[in-house]
């Protein structure tokens, strides 16, 4: 367990570094409902993808580092890559945990207060009502606590994934000598 510990810990904290990053851009007004009322949504959903990818690849980087170091600069591609999946996967709980605290417990209104502000803009762009009726129910769907914390696991786990296996390929040691 303790060779896990690193991973465990960073998994953690990128999950909880992306969280306070969403957090910060509603503040902002580059995420949520007033980001839609604004036109911001789309800086604020790019600014938050890339760094919750360079989040990851950073802290997949760091944790085979670290490890690597331990083991007297030598790490096995089989080592390093459970490294990186165990963050991975880490990254990829903690990741839903935060979802739903933001969801049902720090911002209740969040899908509701979205929900409305599209519904102003999609109103006075002219679009029709029926088109309109089936584009929240669509939203409605897509900003659930359920759908988000499926697309954060599914996510990290899986991009988390793909960056360990290009990682661990670079930062193996080298057996021939």
């Known amino acids: 367990m303790i060779k896990f510990k690193t991973p465990l810990i960073y998994g953690f904290v990128i999950a909880f570094g992306g969280s306070a990053l969403m957090l910060t851009l509603v503040w902002l007004k580059l995420l949520g409902p007033k980001a839609i009322s604004l036109d911001n949504e789309m800086i604020g959903g790019t600014i938050l993808f890339l760094m919750l990818y360079l989040f990851l690849l950073f802290g997949i980087y760091l944790a085979i580092r670290k490890r690597k170091e331990q083991n007297g600069l030598v790490i096995s591609y089989k080592e390093a890559l459970l490294q990186g999946l165990v963050l991975s996967l880490s990254t990829a709980i903690f990741s839903v945990i935060f979802t739903y605290i933001f969801y049902e417990l720090l ?24 088109k309109l009726e089936t584009k929240l ?41």
């Open 107 to 130: 911002y209740t209104n969040y899908v509701a207060d979205t929900l409305n502000a599209l519904k102003e803009k999609m109103q006075d762009a002219n679009v029709s009502s029926e």
């Open 137 to 177: 129910l669509e939203k409605k769907e897509y900003y659930s606590t359920s759908v988000q914390s499926f697309y954060s696991f599914v996510g990290n786990f899986i991009t988390g994934s793909a960056f360990t296996l290009l990682l661990s390929f670079f930062l193996k040691s080298n057996n021939r000598k």
